[in-house]
């Protein structure tokens, strides 16, 4: 491996620190070190994908170190280019996740959580938690109003996104007050649409 070295953000108890690292360091320290994550551009990456994945001057790598003291763990599916890898994860881990990396969603049981509201959610070893890493890159983002337990939000999503929330969410997505299948969002002109919605399916007959 090259012994160039890159800006590294690693998470510790006291607060980021940025150290330089060469690619064997990162790698190194990720392999030796338990439920230890890294993200590349916020997208969060295996030790397989580190050791050829393109790095240069310009590219965000932080390290999250996992957290170790008896606390609950959860299974937690994270979604990647190569399928859903099982990761061992706390809550807390999940909160700095989600606080670190804002292009990544966390679903419980098919309901997306943000960092504020995980905190206050119950999780049981019942749940179902999937992490997905939001799609960066420059693709066009449109403006999509999200209604959940929490109540109403707004975020600039890009049409990939838009499906794959319809998709791993099962929610429901209405375009200018017209309901959209996951499947047929990639066909869906929404540069035109004055409105886009995402919210939960209703359940219980209302």
Do not use: Y
């Amino acid at each position: 491996m090259s012994d160039k070295k890159f800006t590294v953000h690693v998470a510790r108890e006291g607060g980021h620190e940025q150290e330089l690292m060469t690619r064997e360091n990162i790698v190194e320290m990720v392999s030796t070190n338990e439920n230890t994550w890294v993200f590349i551009d916020s997208q969060m990456v295996s030790v397989e994908e580190l050791e050829s994945i393109e790095l240069n001057d310009s590219t965000e790598i932080r390290i999250n170190p996992g957290m170790v003291g008896g606390a609950e763990t959860f299974t937690v599916f994270v979604a990647s280019e190569k399928g859903d890898q099982a990761m061992t994860m706390t809550k807390q881990e999940l909160t700095t996740v989600l606080t670190n990396t804002e292009s990544n969603w966390l679903f419980v049981d098919g309901q997306m959580v943000d960092a504020a509201t995980i905190e206050n959610t119950e999780l049981n070893q019942d749940n179902v938690l999937r992490l997905v890493p939001s799609i960066v890159g420059g693709s066009e983002t449109f403006t999509v109003q999200i209604t959940d337990a929490t109540g109403h939000s707004v975020c600039e999503m890009t049409k990939q996104e838009i499906a794959s929330s319809a998709e791993e969410g099962n929610n429901w997505v209405f375009v200018d007050g017209q309901m959209v299948a996951s499947s047929a969002i990639a066909e869906t002109d929404l540069a035109q649409a004055a409105e886009i919605r995402i919210t939960r399916p209703l359940v219980g007959g209302f």
